[in-house]
Protein backbone atom coordinates (compact mmCIF):
# COMPACT_ATOMS: atom_id res chain seq x y z
CA UNK A 1 0.00 0.00 0.00
CA UNK A 2 1.73 3.24 -1.14
CA UNK A 3 0.89 5.89 1.30
CA UNK A 4 2.62 9.05 -0.24
CA UNK A 5 1.91 9.27 -4.06
CA UNK A 6 3.02 10.95 -6.82
CA UNK A 7 0.97 10.28 -9.88
CA UNK A 8 2.75 12.08 -12.22
CA UNK A 9 5.89 10.34 -13.51
CA UNK A 10 6.72 13.29 -15.50
CA UNK A 11 6.65 17.13 -16.30
CA UNK A 12 7.81 19.61 -19.03
CA UNK A 13 7.49 22.77 -18.63
CA UNK A 14 8.74 26.16 -20.51
CA UNK A 15 10.99 28.20 -18.69
CA UNK A 16 10.19 31.17 -16.85
CA UNK A 17 6.38 29.20 -16.08
CA UNK A 18 5.38 27.80 -13.18
CA UNK A 19 6.08 24.01 -12.42
CA UNK A 20 3.24 22.68 -10.28
CA UNK A 21 4.21 19.07 -8.79
CA UNK A 22 1.51 17.48 -6.80
CA UNK A 23 1.97 14.79 -3.86
CA UNK A 24 -0.87 12.68 -2.05
CA UNK A 25 -0.98 10.54 1.01
CA UNK A 26 -3.09 8.05 2.47
CA UNK A 27 -1.61 8.45 6.22
CA UNK A 28 -3.90 10.55 8.14
CA UNK A 29 -0.78 10.42 11.06
CA UNK A 30 1.82 12.04 8.80
CA UNK A 31 3.02 15.55 10.33
CA UNK A 32 5.96 16.91 8.51
CA UNK A 33 6.53 16.55 4.82
CA UNK A 34 9.32 17.63 2.47
CA UNK A 35 10.18 17.84 -1.20
CA UNK A 36 13.60 16.38 -2.43
CA UNK A 37 15.67 17.34 -5.59
CA UNK A 38 18.01 14.50 -7.15
CA UNK A 39 19.91 14.79 -10.04
CA UNK A 40 20.85 11.54 -12.32
CA UNK A 41 23.42 9.55 -10.16
CA UNK A 42 24.09 12.09 -7.21
CA UNK A 43 21.95 11.62 -4.07
CA UNK A 44 18.48 13.49 -3.66
CA UNK A 45 18.96 16.90 -2.01
CA UNK A 46 16.79 18.66 0.66
CA UNK A 47 14.72 21.47 -1.13
CA UNK A 48 11.71 22.66 1.31
CA UNK A 49 9.83 21.12 4.05
CA UNK A 50 6.16 22.32 5.63
CA UNK A 51 4.92 21.21 9.05
CA UNK A 52 0.88 19.89 9.40
CA UNK A 53 0.46 23.03 11.06
CA UNK A 54 1.13 25.49 8.63
CA UNK A 55 -0.79 25.57 4.65
CA UNK A 56 2.58 27.27 2.87
CA UNK A 57 6.37 27.43 3.21
CA UNK A 58 8.49 29.68 0.97
CA UNK A 59 11.47 29.66 0.02
CA UNK A 60 12.57 31.83 -2.66
CA UNK A 61 11.19 30.34 -5.92
CA UNK A 62 10.00 27.39 -4.03
CA UNK A 63 6.66 27.16 -2.42
CA UNK A 64 4.93 24.09 -0.98
CA UNK A 65 1.01 24.14 -0.33
CA UNK A 66 -0.49 21.66 2.20
CA UNK A 67 -4.13 20.90 1.85
CA UNK A 68 -4.81 18.16 5.23
CA UNK A 69 -8.29 18.08 4.72
CA UNK A 70 -7.55 16.81 1.06
CA UNK A 71 -4.36 14.87 2.27
CA UNK A 72 -2.57 16.91 -0.95
CA UNK A 73 0.65 18.94 -1.14
CA UNK A 74 2.16 20.65 -3.91
CA UNK A 75 5.57 21.93 -4.76
CA UNK A 76 5.12 25.39 -7.08
CA UNK A 77 8.35 26.57 -8.92
CA UNK A 78 8.23 30.20 -10.14
CA UNK A 79 10.06 30.82 -12.11
CA UNK A 80 10.85 27.32 -13.46
CA UNK A 81 14.48 27.47 -14.83
CA UNK A 82 16.71 24.85 -17.04
CA UNK A 83 18.54 24.16 -14.03
CA UNK A 84 15.28 22.82 -12.12
CA UNK A 85 14.95 19.73 -14.66
CA UNK A 86 15.33 16.72 -12.43
CA UNK A 87 13.10 14.27 -10.11
CA UNK A 88 11.26 15.47 -7.35
CA UNK A 89 10.17 12.81 -4.55
CA UNK A 90 8.02 14.16 -1.97
CA UNK A 91 8.23 12.98 1.39
CA UNK A 92 6.38 12.45 5.04
CA UNK A 93 6.86 11.57 8.42
CA UNK A 94 5.15 11.23 11.43
CA UNK A 95 7.43 13.41 14.01
CA UNK A 96 6.10 11.90 17.13
CA UNK A 97 6.35 7.81 16.48
CA UNK A 98 8.69 7.27 18.84
CA UNK A 99 10.84 5.36 17.05
CA UNK A 100 14.35 6.95 17.93
CA UNK A 101 14.40 7.22 14.13
CA UNK A 102 13.16 9.39 11.24
CA UNK A 103 11.38 7.03 8.83
CA UNK A 104 10.33 8.87 5.47
CA UNK A 105 8.26 7.27 3.26
CA UNK A 106 8.85 8.81 -0.27
CA UNK A 107 6.80 8.84 -3.40
CA UNK A 108 8.08 7.48 -6.55
CA UNK A 109 9.34 10.43 -8.27
CA UNK A 110 7.93 13.18 -10.67
CA UNK A 111 10.54 13.71 -13.33
CA UNK A 112 10.52 17.74 -14.24
CA UNK A 113 11.88 19.08 -17.57
CA UNK A 114 11.97 22.63 -17.97
CA UNK A 115 12.94 23.14 -21.31
CA UNK A 116 14.71 26.34 -22.63
CA UNK B 1 29.92 20.60 9.13
CA UNK B 2 28.58 17.19 8.60
CA UNK B 3 29.81 15.36 5.57
CA UNK B 4 28.35 11.41 4.58
CA UNK B 5 30.53 9.82 1.94
CA UNK B 6 29.59 6.46 0.07
CA UNK B 7 31.60 4.10 -2.00
CA UNK B 8 32.11 2.55 -4.31
CA UNK B 9 30.02 5.13 -6.66
CA UNK B 10 29.42 2.72 -9.22
CA UNK B 11 29.76 -1.38 -8.70
CA UNK B 12 29.12 -4.01 -11.75
CA UNK B 13 29.09 -7.62 -10.12
CA UNK B 14 27.92 -10.95 -11.20
CA UNK B 15 25.02 -12.94 -10.37
CA UNK B 16 26.02 -15.07 -7.11
CA UNK B 17 29.21 -13.04 -6.27
CA UNK B 18 29.35 -10.86 -2.66
CA UNK B 19 28.67 -7.62 -1.82
CA UNK B 20 29.88 -4.58 0.28
CA UNK B 21 28.96 -1.02 -0.01
CA UNK B 22 30.16 1.15 2.92
CA UNK B 23 29.12 4.23 4.32
CA UNK B 24 30.70 6.81 6.94
CA UNK B 25 29.20 9.92 8.25
CA UNK B 26 31.89 13.18 9.44
CA UNK B 27 30.92 15.75 12.15
CA UNK B 28 28.02 14.06 13.90
CA UNK B 29 27.96 11.72 16.54
CA UNK B 30 25.54 9.12 17.08
CA UNK B 31 23.35 9.79 13.42
CA UNK B 32 21.06 7.34 12.97
CA UNK B 33 22.15 5.79 9.55
CA UNK B 34 19.81 4.86 6.73
CA UNK B 35 20.01 2.38 3.80
CA UNK B 36 17.52 3.63 0.57
CA UNK B 37 17.24 1.57 -2.82
CA UNK B 38 16.21 3.39 -6.07
CA UNK B 39 14.65 0.72 -8.18
CA UNK B 40 13.76 2.07 -11.88
CA UNK B 41 9.97 3.64 -11.32
CA UNK B 42 9.65 2.33 -7.62
CA UNK B 43 10.99 5.76 -6.11
CA UNK B 44 12.84 5.40 -2.93
CA UNK B 45 12.87 2.18 -0.40
CA UNK B 46 13.81 2.06 2.97
CA UNK B 47 16.28 -1.15 3.36
CA UNK B 48 17.61 -0.80 6.61
CA UNK B 49 18.30 1.72 9.53
CA UNK B 50 19.66 1.94 11.92
CA UNK B 51 20.02 4.20 15.86
CA UNK B 52 23.25 3.06 17.19
CA UNK B 53 26.18 0.86 17.21
CA UNK B 54 25.14 -2.87 16.19
CA UNK B 55 21.45 -2.27 15.78
CA UNK B 56 19.97 -2.69 12.53
CA UNK B 57 16.32 -3.13 11.60
CA UNK B 58 14.93 -4.01 8.35
CA UNK B 59 12.35 -2.87 6.31
CA UNK B 60 12.01 -5.27 3.63
CA UNK B 61 13.10 -9.11 3.27
CA UNK B 62 15.58 -9.49 0.99
CA UNK B 63 19.15 -10.91 0.71
CA UNK B 64 20.94 -8.15 1.75
CA UNK B 65 22.09 -7.44 5.21
CA UNK B 66 23.47 -3.97 7.38
CA UNK B 67 25.92 -3.45 9.79
CA UNK B 68 27.26 -1.16 12.47
CA UNK B 69 30.39 -1.61 13.13
CA UNK B 70 30.92 1.97 14.11
CA UNK B 71 29.19 4.81 15.31
CA UNK B 72 29.28 6.81 12.09
CA UNK B 73 30.29 3.84 10.03
CA UNK B 74 27.58 1.84 8.03
CA UNK B 75 28.00 -1.10 5.77
CA UNK B 76 25.47 -2.62 3.57
CA UNK B 77 26.20 -6.50 2.30
CA UNK B 78 25.06 -9.31 0.31
CA UNK B 79 26.81 -12.97 -0.04
CA UNK B 80 25.34 -13.80 -3.09
CA UNK B 81 23.86 -11.09 -5.14
CA UNK B 82 20.60 -10.89 -7.67
CA UNK B 83 19.60 -9.59 -10.73
CA UNK B 84 17.08 -7.94 -8.77
CA UNK B 85 19.61 -6.43 -6.82
CA UNK B 86 20.69 -4.07 -9.37
CA UNK B 87 19.62 -0.32 -8.56
CA UNK B 88 20.84 2.59 -6.65
CA UNK B 89 21.82 2.52 -3.34
CA UNK B 90 21.72 5.13 -1.14
CA UNK B 91 22.79 6.04 2.66
CA UNK B 92 21.44 8.98 4.82
CA UNK B 93 21.77 10.02 7.87
CA UNK B 94 19.71 12.04 10.34
CA UNK B 95 19.76 13.50 13.92
CA UNK B 96 17.12 14.36 16.47
CA UNK B 97 15.79 16.68 16.68
CA UNK B 98 16.88 17.41 12.91
CA UNK B 99 15.11 20.90 12.12
CA UNK B 100 13.98 20.85 8.26
CA UNK B 101 15.84 18.72 6.70
CA UNK B 102 15.30 15.28 8.30
CA UNK B 103 17.41 13.31 6.31
CA UNK B 104 20.87 13.82 4.29
CA UNK B 105 21.88 11.52 1.74
CA UNK B 106 24.95 10.35 0.32
CA UNK B 107 26.00 10.77 -3.33
CA UNK B 108 25.07 7.07 -4.19
CA UNK B 109 26.29 4.05 -5.41
CA UNK B 110 24.90 2.32 -8.75
CA UNK B 111 25.29 -1.34 -8.33
CA UNK B 112 24.34 -3.29 -11.80
CA UNK B 113 24.24 -7.08 -11.43
CA UNK B 114 24.77 -9.21 -14.78
Known amino acids: DQQVKQNSPSLSVQEGRISILNCDYT??????FLWYKKYPAEGPTFLIS?????DKNEDGRFTVFLNKSAKHLSLHIVPSQPGDSAVYFC???????????????FGKGTKLSVIP | SQTIHQWPATLVQPVGSPLSLECTVE??????LYWYRQAAGRGLQLLFY??????ISSEVPQNLSASRPQDRQFILSSKKLLLSDSGFYLC?????????????FGAGSRLTVL
Open chain 1, 91 to 105: AAITSYSGAGSYQLT
Open chain 2, 27 to 32: GTSNPN
Open chain 2, 92 to 104: AWSVRPSGANVLT
Open chain 2, 50 to 55: SVGIGQ
Open chain 1, 50 to 54: ISSIK
Open chain 1, 27 to 32: NSMFDY
